[in-house]
């Protein structure tokens, strides 16, 4: 199901991160020398390479509870690798059975690149990992999910300022202030609600919960939307529209989320 009203769009929105990926058949050929050579691919634009624990697969189940992929091979296990550019705001993470991009707001200059980039930074980055594992006779990708993540920072002053405003910016969790109450605000929240695409293409995991910026210690609330799935058709063409249904899910989610008076006065809602 796709919506032809424009998506909404926001001069100022608060997002912080964008994750695209796709998990795959462990690729049981890709040994930790091929990862060394790999890195030689991107080593112009991704100086930095760390190792990071293994992701293990949620696969998204559309007629039951999602389930935890381990990886089962005869090989000793490999780590998570992480490429990481120049300037900070990108990561390319290899493992046996995933491939993932991350855009990163670093610092506050850094400007939110839009989904038309970070998808073109995901498609190269794929189609050079895909390029040296058919130039070394590695294999090929067989996909078994797609993987989408929005993470968004809401500041401390940006629509709240105690977690008993919360509804504030999300009217459909409002906490009932009044004298009779027996409990106190609260001093903490962790909200998850999931939400079926059409067509059993995948599901949308919205969390809400607060914390505090690393960077400063200042109060945020997190609002990560996550959509995970994959369709009959695996072909690459049927992979890129399903991004951008996933895209479509989380942008408007946010919009149905979130309060109009916050949309439109802190991220300046144009559309």
Known sequence: ???????????????IEVVCGIFFES??????????????????????CQEVAPLFPQIE????PSVFKPELTDRPPLPRVWFVHSN?????????????????KVRPEDDYPRYGKV???????????ESFLDSSKLGTITPIQYEMTYVNHIL????????EDIGEVFPDFCW????????????????????????RAGRLRVRVRHGKRKSDDKQVVILESTVRGIQEDRSRQAMWRWFDLAREW????FADLTGQSVQTRVWRRKA
């Open 1 to 15: 199901m796709t919506i032809s009203n424009p998506l909404p769009d926001y001069e100022n929105p608060p997002v």
């Open 61 to 64: 189940k559309m007629n039951g």
């Open 250 to 253: 989380i942008v408007r989610g």
């Open 176 to 199: 009932r202030s009044n004298s009779q109450r027996f409990l106190p605000p609260p001093e903490a929240m962790d909200w998850r609600t999931n939400f079926l695409l059409p067509d």
């Open 88 to 104: 900070g705001t990108g990561i390319i993470q290899v493992q046996r059975d995933a491939f993932l991009h991350n855009w990163k």
């Open 27 to 48: 690729i049981d050929a890709l040994l930790a020398p091929h990862l060394g050579l790999l890195w030689e691919k991107f080593r112009a634009e991704y100086p930095e």
């Open 156 to 163: 401390h002053g940006e629509g709240w300022e105690r977690l």
């Open 119 to 129: 998808m073109e930074m995901f498609r190269d980055r794929l189609s050079t990992f």
